[in-house]
């Protein structure tokens, strides 16, 4: 976003966000960030039965993001055959602890998208964008594995969801007691929280001399949800949240 242009709004009523609005944001820039870090989404959807919520790995491609799975998925089938859906991530970032319980929280990057999702049906386009989601896993690995198969391809279903109703909520920051509670003597502070990669284990039935691939073995001691290069986290201003519990 260039600094004369306005902050986008939501695209909708049901994406404005009301609780502790400051943190919400809906420019691509926001929502990319968000879903280029994780890996998982909850994907929930009603059904006759009731409400499902579906973890389930994605990945984002342009303006669309991407799932897939087995063709006899429950949850691909009623989102291909046209059931709504929210997709939802959310990272957590670090513990905030506040001067009460009342103002303690997290520090998170979240996002939220609603739509109908749309089954990607050619064989061309499905191995095309299977090949990002498994270079997305560790880069370059596609060309490291055996070929896909017609036979897999038949057997996966691949669905993605346009980024057009969508949020993001993020916050940043240290806690926000009541002015009052900064003269008690309490520890009050930000403990950060990241996941990383651990050392590779290899499978007891690699071949004998199998090398590990250098693109592997550089994942060790990275961060698993990491900011998106060149991307800061807009500032939290924090608002005017004293009422209440700082989300
Ligand atoms: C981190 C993560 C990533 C995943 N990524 C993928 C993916 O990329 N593709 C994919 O196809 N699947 C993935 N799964 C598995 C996915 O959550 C579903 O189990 C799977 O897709 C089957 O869906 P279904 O609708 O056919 O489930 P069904 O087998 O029809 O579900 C029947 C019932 O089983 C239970 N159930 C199903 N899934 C879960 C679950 N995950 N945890 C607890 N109970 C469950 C629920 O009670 C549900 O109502 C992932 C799971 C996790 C935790």
């Given at each position: 976003m260039n600094e004369a242009s306005p902050p986008a709004g939501p695209a909708s009523d049901r994406v404005r966000?009301?609780?502790?609005?400051?943190?919400?944001h809906y420019d691509r820039a926001s929502l990319d960030a968000v879903l280029d870090a994780g890996q998982v989404c909850h994907l929930g959807f009603a059904t006759a039965e009731g409400p499902y919520v579906i973890p389930t790995l994605y990945w984002r491609e342009g303006d669309h993001v991407y799932f897939h799975g087995s063709s006899a998925s429950r949850t691909l089938r009623g989102l291909a055959d046209g059931l709504q859906v929210c997709l939802t991530v959310s990272l957590i970032d670090g513990l905030v602890l506040a001067r009460s319980g009342f103002h303690c929280s997290v520090n998170y990057r979240a996002a939220m998208l609603f739509g109908h999702a749309e089954l990607v049906t050619d064989a061309a386009e499905v191995t095309a964008r299977m090949k990002t989601f498994v270079d997305g896993l560790v880069p370059g690995q596609w060309e490291r594995l055996r070929p896909v198969t017609d036979q897999e391809l038949k057997a996966t279903k691949l669905l993605r969801l346009k980024i057009d109703e969508a949020s993001a909520k993020i916050r940043t920051g240290g806690p926000l007691d009541?002015?009052?509670?900064?003269?008690?003597?309490i520890w009050a502070g930000v403990v950060p929280m990241e996941t990383r990669y651990g050392a590779p284990i290899p499978d007891p039935?690699?071949?004998?001399?199998?090398p590990l691939p250098d693109a592997i073995a550089a994942?060790?001691?990275?961060?698993?949800?990491?900011?998106?290069?060149?991307w800061e986290p807009p500032v939290d201003t924090h608002g005017a949240v004293k009422a209440d519990p700082d989300a």
């Open positions: 966000l009301r609780r502790v609005h400051h943190r919400g009541d002015e009052e509670d900064y003269a008690l003597p039935r690699n071949l004998a001399a199998t994942l060790q001691g990275q961060p698993v949800n990491p900011m998106p290069e060149g």
